[in-house]
């Protein structure tokens, strides 16, 4: 089964600051068909990134979206207070099922 | 706008039945898949299944396969997910997601809407 593995699992950073979110993949994605979601506690997922560096709908421009293959990255710069979340990535090109990665919790430092 | 509305939080003991629902709004419905996901308390997010509301094609996760039953239908902008015999491990909140294309040609995609979630809890 193809397997996203997110890292660091908890990143403490301070408002203002960058943050470098990976996850890697056991395979190579295709297509670069990768996503990312942010959620915070108590809702649902909101698409961030797809196609591993394109922004959804009103997405703000200090999210961005890198990679290619089995590395990919999201970049947050001059992180908000509201950006304190957990984030996911999910590949949505290979094989059944279309796994998500299990989480980056970005929290307040 | 595009709104999937689920039903309510739900309690039920092990060996019920249970079926809940996903109303899509603001969106030709059946055109467009629709995707399951399961968050269990504290943990992440797992990719349950798909079904395309047009003709209530499906495709499930092995891990969920022959545990869940996914249903549409169309002509009430309504998904379903329903088990016949509930579990403690069943616990857990559920998500409905609409993936982003237009079409059954495809469902190598994204979730661009997401509903607001529908809390099980089984217990005795």
């Known amino acids: 089964e193809f397997v996203l593995t997110q890292s660091p699992g908890t990143l403490s950073l301070s408002p203002g600051e960058r943050a470098t979110l990976s996850c890697r993949a056991s395979?190579?994605?295709?297509?670069?068909?990768l996503a990312w979601y942010q959620q915070k506690p108590g809702q649902a997922p909101r698409l961030l990134i797809y196609?591993?560096?394109s922004r959804a709908t009103g997405i703000p421009d200090r999210f961005s979206g890198s990679g290619s293959g089995t590395e990919y990255t999201l970049t947050i710069r001059r992180l908000e207070p509201e950006d304190f979340a957990v984030y996911y990535c999910?590949?949505?090109?290979?094989?059944?099922?279309?796994?998500f990665g299990q989480g980056t919790k970005l929290e307040i430092k | 706008e595009v709104q999937l509305v689920q039903s309510g939080a739900e309690v039920k003991k092990p060996g019920e039945s249970l079926k809940i629902s996903c109303k899509g709004s603001?969106?030709?419905?059946?055109?467009?898949?629709i995707a399951w996901v399961r968050q269990m308390p504290g943990k992440g997010l797992e990719w349950m299944g798909i079904?395309?509301?047009?003709?209530?094609?499906?495709r499930y996760s092995p891990s969920f396969q022959g545990q869940v039953i996914m249903s549409a239908d169309k002509s009430f902008s309504t998904a379903y997910l329903q088990w016949n015999s509930l579990k403690a491990s069943d616990s857990a909140m559920y998500f409905c997601?609409?993936?982003?294309?237009?079409?059954?040609?495809?469902?190598?995609?994204?979730?661009?809407?997401w509903g607001q979630g529908t809390l099980v809890t089984v217990s005795s």
């Open positions: 079904i395309y509301p047009g003709d209530s094609d499906t």
């Open positions: 395979q190579s994605v295709s297509s670069n068909y």
């Open positions: 603001g969106y030709n419905f059946g055109p467009y898949w």
């Open positions: 997601a609409r993936l982003a294309t237009y079409g059954s040609g495809t469902y190598s995609d994204y979730f661009d809407y």
């Open positions: 999910q590949q949505y090109g290979s094989s059944l099922p279309y796994t």
């Open positions: 196609g591993a560096s």
